[in-house]
């Protein structure tokens, strides 16, 4: 599929000199990519790189995955400016991608269907934009948030109904934006390794070993492998902690307590494993550039492991539960659906995409890292409700629990930090981390001097939010708490 | 069954629920060193290691003075007390760092080497809030590591609750706020209007480094650097995020609900809290 591709073809985690990523007209990146997607590719990325040679102009680049390839892909388009007739027309996993160029770089796509801003409106306040409107007599809008009746960040849901019975949901972000990927250009700064911890506090592993996964490929030179297996460890006990508390969440939302109060205890004691290797239940300080923050040594590890068999134990008979009870089985299963095809168009990942029976998982397609030489089965339920989400958790649970008791007693001889060389000038680094949520991407463009010229943060929210809209349609409004809590995204990882 | 399997469970694990306060706290993580020490005397002179190494530009030194440390601005990454080349700047391992005032997280200066610890809300509050106290939460830019922590505190390990301390739905039904996040320029309308929603007296705790002083992300122009550039803080909470034990003892601080005597005692004394 990737062997005709015109693209330049890269792998995970490494990097290209920008000269030799191939160059289009605008309308012609945009049928070469259009092209690329409907033979199979995905889109991860499409961002705009503001070009100073020619002042007021931008570069449309696209990085693209062919899942089945194990590859990756760039293509970019020559500088221009005002407009370019839009990607969103033929693919719609690109429509948010859009939005975000016209609204970073003032760049119009040509026939974007809605084109309305993504975070950052003339008043501060997202939900003051236009929405789509239902029109009829017996139609009324129910309008929620920003601020929400539990301990979570805020967003705006505006429903359409018909009575009970949603005929379209629309969401706007953006309360969350506190110019995370504004203020990279220039860096890193001395910052940005722990605004990278916080883009999404609760993903803290996954998006600190982006960025430096993307360091290192700029700088030549990868991480020593005893980080990289702290790394790849801190990942999953990342996973359990969030998996966990999420289905203790599902499990609230439909009024079943014994593993609602079982689950919210266990996150924590999975928080606390990692905190176990850096003081921190979120693994601050874990991931550094080239680097380890803190070793696993062999006695700690014993214990490490010796706890997380307890908890998953304990977590494997809460969850069980769920399975068991048939008042929960009637709130998840056909709640909340989703066709293969419309997550395949709408570009979902991680679980929400697994659960609808999509094979998708970066840590499979697109192993760099310890992942080249460990590796968890991808799991995969069809259905693309509720439960399979629900599922599909509950069996990653499993599975990373497989993982971290293999690789806690195997962990490579060596050093954990070198000195990481500076990175070169003029490249693109890409790398893809398979976070709780699915893929996060980072992209980074260096400058002649080897600064950040341009970089790319994307959560894997940002391709997510769109499919709960879309799970929304037909269903009943008093179905959105657990629908939301069954793809549980993030709003700051999405807003940046 | 899974009724019977449920309630036998259920006996079989007893109470789940931490002793504290009526017994120990619980130990914290061995590496998470806790609240700082800043021991401005022990300084060298024109040395500026630590004001250089510091992430949020939480350390300032101006010539000739001692190093000031803004506990409400650290992010906790010890760089600071790593660098040091005289150990002026230590972790305590002390879980309590909770403060009513800004000033009182500057550390450094002789006599404020540490944490002047949260008082307790004046009598009249206590009063009020002391054995009941409706929160409403609002993230405004937090990542949700803070978020997460203060739900933790929710769960059967933490049981909130039984202090008479309870996450509400509306800020109609709130004594108060707790805040997180710098407070991004897009959320400080509605964290105004929800302020402006809760019925007075009120109090506002602003929980870790991004609510109290901006965070990783302090300075930048899309957030405001905390929740006292909108509303009245009352507690503020150190951390990034704070230790759910952290916030739990700053809440439980300003309701005079700790004996710190008593806590410190290796045989606690049957409780009289409750």
Redesign the interface.
Same mark, same amino acid.
């Given at each position: 599929m990737s062997g005709a591709t015109p693209f330049a073809l890269l792998a995970n985690a490494t990097s290209i000199p920008w000269d030799e990523i191939p160059e289009w007209p605008a309308p012609d990146f945009v049928h070469a990519t259009a092209t690329e997607l409907d033979r199979g590719a995905r889109l991860c990325a499409w961002f705009g790189v503001p070009e100073e040679v020619t002042h007021g102009s931008t570069r449309l680049v696209a990085i693209l995955a062919y899942d089945a390839d194990n590859t990756l892909a760039a293509g970019r388009s020559l500088p221009f400016a005002g407009s370019y007739p839009a990607l969103t027309t033929t693919q719609t996993q690109a429509h948010l991608f859009e939005r975000e160029l016209w609204e970073q770089h003032g760049v119009m796509p040509e026939g974007h269907p809605w084109l309305k801003p993504v =975070?950052?409106?003339a008043y501060? #306040? *997202?939900a003051d934009g236009p929405f789509f409107r239902v029109e009829g007599g017996e139609v009324h809008e129910v309008a929620v948030g *920003?601020?929400h009746?539990?301990?979570? /960040? *805020?967003g705006h849901f505006r429903f359409q109904c018909a009575g009970e019975e949603v005929l379209h949901l629309e969401i706007a972000l953006?309360?969350? %934006?506190?110019? !995370?990927e504004? #203020?990279l250009p220039g860096g890193p700064h =001395?910052?940005t390794?722990?605004?990278m /911890?916080?883009? !999404? $506090?609760?993903a803290?592993i996954a998006h600190a070993t982006a960025y430096a996964s993307v360091l290192e490929a700029l700088g030549g030179q990868e991480a020593p492998l005893r980080a990289q297996w702290l790394r790849a460890i801190a990942l999953e006990l990342e996973r359990l902690a969030n998996h966990t508390?999420d289905l203790g969440a599902l499990a609230n939302d439909v009024a079943f307590l *014994?593993s609602a109060?079982a689950c919210?205890?266990l996150?924590?004691d999975f928080?606390?494993l990692t !905190?176990?290797? @850096? $003081?921190?239940?979120?693994g601050?300080?874990i991931v550094r550039p080239g680097a380890s923050g %803190?070793d696993l040594e062999a006695q700690r590890a014993a214990r490490l492991g010796a706890l997380l068999s307890i908890a998953l134990a304990d977590t494997e008979?809460a969850v069980s539960?769920l399975w068991?009870?048939p008042s929960v089985r009637a709130r998840f299963e056909n709640v909340g659906r989703l066709s293969p095809s419309q997550a395949a168009s709408l570009g979902l990942v991680g679980p929400s995409a697994r659960g609808c029976g999509l094979v998708r998982d970066v840590r499979y397609d697109h192993p760099a890292g310890w992942h080249r030489f460990a590796q968890a089965p991808v799991v995969v339920w069809p259905g693309g409700d509720v439960f399979a989400r629900a599922r599909v958790r509950s069996l990653e649970i499993q599975r990373s629990g497989e993982f971290l008791r293999e690789q806690l007693g195997n962990p490579p001889d060596g050093d954990d930090s070198e000195t990481l060389p500076e990175p070169v000038p003029d490249t693109l680094a890409v790398a893809l981390v398979e976070s709780w949520r699915g893929e996060v991407c980072h992209a980074a463009l260096t400058d002649a001097a080897g600064r950040f010229r341009r970089y790319k943060i994307i959560d894997p929210s940002f391709h997510n939010w769109t499919g709960l809209a879309m799970a929304m349609r037909g269903g009943a409004i008093s179905d959105f708490p657990v629908c939301n809590k069954s793809f549980n995204l993030?709003? @700051?990882g999405f807003?940046l | 069954m899974?009724a019977t399997?449920?309630l036998l469970?259920?006996l079989t694990r007893g109470i789940?629920t931490i002793a504290y306060p009526d017994g120990p706290a619980p130990t914290?993580?061995?590496?998470?060193?806790g609240a700082l020490r800043v021991d401005g005397a022990k300084c060298v002179d024109g040395c500026r290691e630590c004001v250089e190494? +510091?992430? &949020?530009e939480a350390i300032t030194r101006v010539d000739g003075g001692s190093v000031a440390l803004d506990l409400g601005r650290c992010?906790?990454?010890?760089a600071c007390v790593k660098t040091c080349p005289t150990g002026a700047i230590t972790q305590t391992g002390d879980h309590r760092m909770a403060a009513r005032e800004r000033r009182d997280l500057v550390l450094g200066e002789r006599g404020h080497e540490e944490v002047h610890l949260a008082a307790a809300l004046d009598e009249k509050l206590r009063r009020l809030f002391g054995r009941s106290l409706r929160l409403?939460?609002?993230?405004?830019?937090? +990542?949700?590591?803070?978020?997460?922590?203060?739900?933790?505190l929710? &769960?059967?390990?933490w049981d909130l609750s039984r202090f008479g301390i309870q996450?509400v739905?509306?800020?109609r039904h709130a004594d108060g706020l707790l805040i997180t996040?710098?407070v &991004?320029?897009?959320?400080?309308?509605?964290l105004q209007k &929800?302020w402006d929603a809760v019925p007075e007296p009120k109090i506002v705790i602003a929980v870790g480094a991004c609510a109290i002083a901006g965070?990783?992300?302090v300075g930048?122009?899309?957030?405001n650097d905390g929740a006292a550039s909108t509303v009245p803080v009352d507690l503020f909470i150190p951390g +990034?995020?704070p230790?759910?034990l952290t916030i739990l003892d700053g809440l439980l601080r300003l309701l005079d609900r700790l004996d710190d005597r008593r806590l410190t005692n290796a045989r606690p004394e049957p409780a009289d809290i409750r």
């Open positions: =975070r950052r409106t501060d #306040a *997202p *920003p601020v009746a539990g301990v979570i /960040e *805020p953006g309360y969350q %934006h506190r110019g !995370a504004r #203020a =001395r910052a390794m722990f605004q /911890e916080t883009v !999404a $506090g609760d803290t508390g *014994p109060a919210g205890k996150r924590g928080l606390n !905190a176990m290797i @850096c $003081g921190n239940r979120f601050r300080g %803190h008979l539960w068991d009870a993030s709003y @700051c807003d | 899974l399997d449920l469970y259920r789940e914290l993580p061995d590496r998470h060193g190494v +510091c992430p &949020t992010i906790f990454c010890a409403r939460q609002v993230s405004a830019g937090g +990542c949700n590591g803070c978020e997460s922590d203060v739900n933790v929710g &769960t059967i390990g996450f739905a509306s800020p996040g710098p &991004t320029n897009n959320m400080k309308l509605a &929800t965070g990783p992300f930048h122009p899309e957030v +990034c995020p230790h759910p």
